[in-house]
């Protein structure tokens, strides 16, 4: 059995786990506020809010329930519009929220509105100290296709006014609830959480491990619900983010958005935060794993791309443990070294030494929410203006996530001046076998990458790169 709470009800669902939230959410407990959309987690009619217990703290996060397994909710609270009516035996009661949305006329026809309440109250949960642009950012996956937002955007400002008027409280969940954001039940979700038993349902051997399911519920969907899968976060696959005997180790199961949080990757990698945010849309980010992203094997997975620059290893689990370095576990296009019982528990890499530069370049046709037509990733140890050592990756120019080895080895040793980015160039447009596909030509891929290379040395070293000399 699946046993969560879907608003204030409990539920116990006797269900393939592979089952749709978002089917269940509509079709078994008919409730429809929680539209259906595109089903590929890009419109955000579809977004809940979804709570899990971290010992004895309840946190929660927007996802996209259009992406998400049954299996997965197991243990959690799952939040759908009809869920924050202040009052639940009055559901026509508006929150502040909602009532902003009515006068400021951020809804039109009303369809996407259910996931723009449920993204911004998620914010309010979350956040103590609102302000419009994070309210905004929270938003991200969230599309309207009537109001040009201008309306949303003073609902949002209004909301955040109606909370700051509201009094302060030790507990912000009670403060939301005196402020009638959320209703009062959310007071009861920890204790009722714990007593909801741990134990997994019994299933039979999986033939798909799913991570965070944000791709292959859009590409294999109909695999996934007729088959009895396992799921990663059944199999005990660690989501922290550590360092341990001088490696940064990410378990298999950690989120793309605990990457952009981490501690670990603020001190280490300072820019990495804001450039993560073009990964994906904060629900999407909420839900997408390591391991997933790794293995999905995308050429033009920003991820994989990252992590190849850093010679990371990926630590593989099945009969037996071996680690292979990423840049030996692509074979070909979607083909790996991984064999079909094995899984990814964690992914390592070196802790980043002294004299240390790292840069992403992403370039796409949208800036945000949108995949890449060629990415690249480096990093450097470089001291007294020469390159010590030098990991390169490329991705959109290559079946795989492709690790420029030749281009490496002619920076090693050499000093960092403009001739020298010149004739990198060379090399790796050598290494390089893009194709023209509906992201670009195979020409415009190899000057992107090109460019992406330039842009790489004038930002990481501006004093050394004569700009005018590379047009």
């Not at 949208?366 to 007294?384: C, G, H, M, P």
């Amino acid at each position: 059995m699946i046993e969560f709470i879907l608003n204030n009800k409990h539920i116990t669902a006797d269900l393939p786990p592979t089952t749709v939230l978002l089917d269940f959410i509509r079709r078994e407990s008919q409730l429809t506020g929680t539209k259906e959309g595109c089903r590929e987690g890009d419109c955000g009619a579809c977004t809940v809010i979804l709570g899990s217990l971290d010992k004895s703290k309840l946190n929660y996060k927007s996802i996209n329930s259009c992406l998400m397994p049954l299996a997965d909710v197991h243990g959690k609270h799952v939040v759908t519009i009809e869920g924050i009516s202040p009052q639940t035996n009055n559901p026509d009661e508006l929150s502040p929220i909602q009532q902003a949305m009515v006068e400021e006329g951020g809804t039109q026809c009303g369809f996407c509105t259910p996931g723009f309440v449920v993204s911004t109250t998620n914010y309010f949960l979350n956040e103590t100290k609102p302000e419009v642009s994070g309210a905004i950012n929270s938003l991200g996956g969230n599309i309207c296709r009537c109001t040009g937002y201008a309306g949303i955007i003073r609902a949002v400002e209004k909301s955040i006014e109606a909370y700051n008027k509201s009094e302060k409280k030790s507990n912000n969940y009670k403060r939301l609830i005196e402020a009638r954001f959320i209703p009062e039940y959310f007071l009861e979700i920890p204790k009722r959480l714990k007593l909801i038993k741990k134990q997994q349902t019994k299933k039979k051997q999986a033939e798909f491990l799913v991570g965070g399911g944000t791709d292959l519920y859009v590409q294999r969907w109909e695999e996934l619900v007729q088959t009895e899968s396992q799921f990663v976060s059944n199999k005990n696959v660690s989501s922290e983010i550590k360092i341990e005997k001088g490696k940064i180790v990410l378990g298999g199961a950690a989120t793309i958005q605990q990457i952009l949080e981490s501690k670990i990757f603020k001190k280490y990698f300072p820019s990495l935060a804001s450039q993560l945010e073009l990964f994906g849309s904060l629900p999407i980010r909420n839900r997408a794993t390591v391991a997933g992203n790794i293995v999905n094997a995308s050429p033009i997975g920003d991820l994989s791309n990252i992590l190849l620059s850093l010679d990371a290893s990926v630590h593989l689990a099945g009969k037996s443990k071996r680690v292979v370095p990423l840049r030996k576990f692509y074979l070909g296009y979607k083909t790996l070294t991984k064999k079909k019982a094995e899984i990814i528990e964690k992914i390592s890499f070196a802790i980043p030494p002294k004299h240390f530069f790292f840069n992403f370049e992403k370039i796409s046709k949208r800036t945000y929410l949108d995949i890449a037509s060629v990415n690249t990733s480096i990093a450097l140890v470089a001291k007294n203006g020469k390159i010590e050592s030098a990991g390169i990756s490329a991705g959109g120019v290559a079946p795989i996530p492709l690790y420029l080895t030749k281009t490496c080895e002619a920076l090693v040793n050499k000093e960092i001046k403009t001739d020298l980015l010149k004739s990198v160039v060379q090399v790796a447009a050598e290494e390089i076998s893009p194709i023209s596909d509906a992201r670009g030509s195979a020409e415009y891929k190899r000057l992107l990458l090109r460019q992406l290379i330039y842009s790489h040395f004038i930002l990481l070293f501006p004093e050394k790169i004569n700009v005018e000399e590379l047009l």
